[in-house]
């Protein structure tokens, strides 16, 4: 069975310092990746994906993640934070025809002036 | 292009009165589509998915069930709801199974 660790409840950073949200999954297969981002009282919006190809991948919002498959990681990096940001973020991991997508529990990101 | 709708938006119901609650896609064919809820300050829990018509899986023994009797239209409902059927309900689909899925602005239910 799938399932994905988002090791970090919650994470405070300063405007304009680097962001980097972790998560690992656990996946017999190649899996699909994906980041959600969530704001209070909203649905989730896709941030970015990740099927097959280059490892590196970029999403909205200046947003980006790397797949690493020899440490199950799809970690989420931002250069720069902006207070808009604060937000819930959410990792998973899915794959074709095989079922339904797992979600991480989600870190919360704030973010200080 | 692919639009997610969910009402209402908001409601309070009291403890033992039934609900439905209604999501609708525009602008794709045969999506699959999700209901989860979400606790305050906690992730999401998958409650139903559906890969077609009349083809509901529940992912947990609760008080709620689900129906698709439209390609596009996926029902959530319950005969009596309970205090903990309190929470944020968010309707998904995906265009196939493990692709990624979009979500609609969600409903906030409080029962009392």
């Known amino acids: 069975a799938q399932s994905v660790t988002q090791p970090d409840i919650h994470i405070t950073v300063s405007e304009g310092a680097s962001l980097e949200l972790r998560c690992n999954y656990s996946?017999?297969?190649?899996?699909?990746l994906f980041w959600y981002v969530q704001s209070p009282g909203q649905g989730l919006q896709l941030l970015l994906k990740?099927?097959?190809?280059?490892?590196l991948v970029q999403g909205i919002k200046g947003f980006e993640a790397e797949f690493k498959r020899s440490q199950s990681s799809f970690n989420l990096r931002k250069p720069s934070v902006h207070w808009s940001d604060a937000a819930e973020y959410f990792c998973?991991?899915?794959?074709?025809?095989?079922?339904?997508?797992?979600f991480g529990d989600g870190t919360t990101l704030t973010v200080k002036p | 292009s692919q639009t997610i709708h969910q009402w209402p938006a908001t409601l309070v119901q009291p403890v033992g009165s039934p609900l439905s609650l209604e999501c609708t896609v525009e602008g794709t064919s045969n999506p699959n589509l999700y209901w989860y809820r979400q606790a305050a300050g906690r992730g999401l829990q998958l409650l139903f998915y559906s890969v077609g018509i009349g083809q509901i899986s529940s992912e947990v023994p609760q008080n709620l069930s689900a129906s698709r009797p439209q390609d596009r239209q996926f029902i959530l409902s319950s005969k009596k709801l309970l205090l903990s059927d309190s929470g944020f309900y968010l309707c998904?689909?995906?265009?196939?199974?493990?692709?990624?899925?979009?979500f609609g602005p969600g409903t906030r239910l409080t029962v009392t």
């Open positions: 998973a991991v899915g794959a074709h025809n095989a079922g339904k997508s797992t």
């Open positions: 990740y099927f097959s190809g280059d490892t």
């Open positions: 996946y017999g297969a190649t899996p699909y």
């Open positions: 998904a689909w995906s265009a196939g199974q493990g692709y990624e899925q979009y």
